[in-house]
DNA sequence: TTGACAGATGACTGACCGGTCAGTTATTAT
DNA sequence: ATAATAACTGACCGGTCAGTCATCTGTCAA
């Protein structure tokens, strides 16, 4: 990733938080940057592109951090709060453009977007999953979809307040706070409201989807129009034409996704051709 | 209100929260209502009008029904309950547009929306904080900060379990559910983490804020720009004369408000003024 | 010094949108 | 039946914005 797109990333993200998506012109982001239109559209192929860029930047850095706390060797009550900390931390920092995305009905990218937002969702539903599972034991496993929504309800509120406050809260102590309500909590417990289903069908997509190959055809040429590098184009249209047929050969594909490796913008879709390939 | 204004609002609350304010044009709400954009134009002044009043519309109901749960004769934990339901019931009817403009910070109109957003807050934040002493008793009073933003964060993460299964969930026994954990949360607190100056700060008014002749003036002008009656802009040009001069004659104020009597138009304005001669 | 080329620029284009208004149709009054 | 009024229509206008492209600029090898 470039400087200049990182530049452009950062003040755009900037800028959509503060003003909105639609309400942004391409012209107020270059102008913030320092940069001409034109050369805005050597680092992105549209506006639209840059959101997508956006989010993959932000939810990747968060799966990261999400990811680094098992690592850290703590006891799992100072995890579970570590993983409250990092999302402090980082909704902060980047301010309230995750959430006015995740918020914000008018995604405009809505294909290739979904993908990204149920990736993170799915990896925080997880995480969330395995630290409750570690700090109070196998028996909540009927209470997990509430205690989720309640959870994450919980973290919501008071991210609106540290949005507000900017750096001026304690997360730490916050962090602490929150997991002795979740202990109060755990400890009355009586009867599930929320059965799993509910959530999953909720868009949430916590399971495996299946993949269909028309979808990944359709995706495979929205992504087309995104990439300008011939090679890859031309990859692109071999998978295409696999895909296609019947009987499609798994290793031509396989070995046709070989040549996407460090490829930003297919990222997302090798991922999903790799999971349909097992 | 018309016939032809309701349905406006209807269709176009759909709308906006499907896909967005400014991605819904006035051609696109007119196309589902059956009508000419022209027509659009007779019963509101502009989109941005449009969107407050939804808002008012919105708003007003949920504010009279959450003050209706006081007229029931029935014991603290049921009026609590029935505060939840009644929640849930008006935004799962208006699907999430409510929340969209609460989360949107792109709002349009910033100088009226405002009073009316504040204006709902405020009443909710107000019966959660009777509700609460009423359930628990004073000693929560300490608590009441940390106890609104939980519990809005909590109502906020099942909202989006009920929006996306509309109807299909049993809002009556969700609310016990919630207020059973809520019960959980109380038995267990023990130092609070929020301030009350924190939430205060955050935007929310919840005391009573002062009116300054300024912002009354500036509002003034902005709603004159909304109405057509020459009666009413009369009106209103005499109270900017009044309030204009140092020893406003509060009668000659009073005296015009009167003329407001059952117009929509000016109703946030007239509370102000009320609230200021006060 | 030159020429060639990648990178950068900003004037330009076409699409679209909010809002207007001259003209048409429906309704009511006389 | 006719006039008067109200309700409605859709072509049109000014303006904005995403995206394009002819042009420029700085660099560096020959």
Redesign the pocket.
Same mark, same amino acid.
């Given at each position: 990733m470039s400087d @200049?797109k990182i530049l452009i990333i950062e003040k755009a993200s900037e800028l959509f938080a503060k003003n909105g998506f639609d309400a942004? *012109?391409?012209?107020e982001i270059t102008d913030a940057c320092g940069?001409? @239109?034109?050369?805005f559209?050597?680092s992105f192929k *549209? @506006?639209?592109s840059l959101l997508f860029s956006i989010f993959e930047y932000f939810s990747s850095k968060l799966i990261e951090r999400i990811g680094s706390i098992y690592q850290m060797e703590i006891g799992p009550r100072e995890r579970f709060e570590q993983f409250f900390v990092i999302q402090f931390e980082e909704i902060a920092r980047y301010s309230d453009f995750i959430l006015m995305q995740m918020r914000e009905q008018t995604n405009p990218i809505n294909e290739d977007m979904l993908g990204l937002m149920n990736d993170m969702r799915r990896k925080t539903y997880e995480a969330q999953e395995s630290l409750l599972l570690n700090l109070y034991g196998e028996d909540i496993k009927e209470h997990m979809t509430d205690l989720v929504v309640i959870l994450g309800g919980i973290v919501k509120g008071y991210i609106e307040i540290i949005v507000f406050n900017k750096g001026s809260l304690d997360y730490m102590g916050l962090a602490h706070y929150i997991v002795e309500r979740i202990d109060s909590i755990v400890n009355g417990l009586s009867k599930p409201f929320l059965t799993t289903e509910l959530l999953a069908g909720n868009g949430m997509c916590l399971g495996n989807q299946s993949v269909t190959t028309e979808e990944l055809l359709n995706e495979i040429k929205l992504v087309k129009k995104e990439i300008a590098d011939e090679d890859l184009l031309i990859s692109l249209e071999v998978i295409e034409q696999e895909l296609s047929i019947t009987n499609y050969r798994k290793p031509v594909i396989s070995g046709m996704l070989s040549n996407f490796k460090n490829n930003e913008q297919t990222e997302q879709l090798v991922r999903k051709l790799k999971k349909f390939l097992n």
């Open positions: @200049k942004t *012109s391409v012209q940069i001409s @239109k034109g050369s559209y050597l *549209s @506006k639209e």
